[in-house]
């Protein structure tokens, strides 16, 4: 059975930084494509970030040069690292498992719980 | 980066059909997917590929898509399909767009 199980979250102050992880069990999160997802309070699904089985990496605009997604293949957990953190961060976010078209990551198969990252002073 | 646009609402009642829809310029060339998502749950994969169905999601959950709309049909709408349902699709770009959402509530 796939589970996907973040942690990280929690409160921190404008500026500063968080590490989420994304604990998967079921599958190999380094043969998989994986991506975070958040959504603010009361708020739509906004894409953040994915990371391809062979490592390449892509980003929303919102988030690019701030955040880094990554993953530990020994662990077989996922991450985000969040640096530069802003108010309008402040959401759920969610890891998910893709699901792939044609060598392509297109859709969110499998989702986490979400963990609450809070951002303000 | 290009958007989705669905309506914020839409009622039905009990045993009725319930049609949301999904509107971008993109989905002529790319596919759609749905996921419905209830208060305090993540979201929940309902259709891929704008029309296929994963296992375990009841066969009352449909999807079409024509032009540059695709549409989400329950049929038979149940009080426990009351929830937030998002279209989304991919872009050009590796990244993924979501619409709004649209809030279906079962009267």
């Known amino acids: 059975e796939v589970q996907l199980v973040e942690s990280g979250g929690g409160l921190v102050q404008p500026g500063g930084s968080l590490r989420l992880s994304c604990a998967a069990s079921?599958?190999?999160?380094?043969?998989?494509?994986m991506s975070w997802v958040r959504q603010a309070p009361g708020k739509g699904l906004e894409w953040v970030s994915v990371i391809y089985s062979g490592g390449s990496t892509y980003y929303a605009d919102s988030v690019k040069g701030r955040f880094t997604i990554s993953r530990d293949n020994s662990k077989n957990t996922l991450y985000l690292q969040m640096n530069s953190l802003r108010a309008e961060d402040t959401a759920v976010y969610y890891c998910?498992?893709?699901?792939?078209?044609?060598?392509?990551?297109?859709?969110?198969?499998?989702w986490g719980q979400g963990t609450l990252v809070t951002v303000s002073s | 980066s290009y958007e989705l646009t669905q309506p914020p609402s839409v009622s039905v009642s009990p045993g009725q059909t319930a049609r949301i829809t999904c509107s971008g310029d993109a989905l002529p060339k790319q596919y759609a997917y749905w996921y419905q998502q209830k208060p305090g749950q993540a979201p929940v994969l309902v259709i891929y590929?704008?029309?296929e169905r994963p296992s375990g999601i009841p066969e009352r959950f449909s999807g079409s898509s024509s032009g540059t709309t695709v549409t989400l049909t329950i049929s038979g709408v149940q009080a426990e399909d009351e929830a937030d349902y998002y279209c989304?699709?991919?872009?050009?770009?590796?990244?993924?767009?979501f619409g709004g959402g649209t809030k279906l509530t079962v009267l």
């Open positions: 590929k704008d029309s």
């Open positions: 989304q699709s991919a872009d050009s770009s590796g990244g993924r767009v």
């Open positions: 079921g599958f190999t999160v380094s043969s998989n494509y």
């Open positions: 998910a498992r893709d699901g792939v078209v044609v060598g392509v990551a297109e859709y969110f198969q499998h």
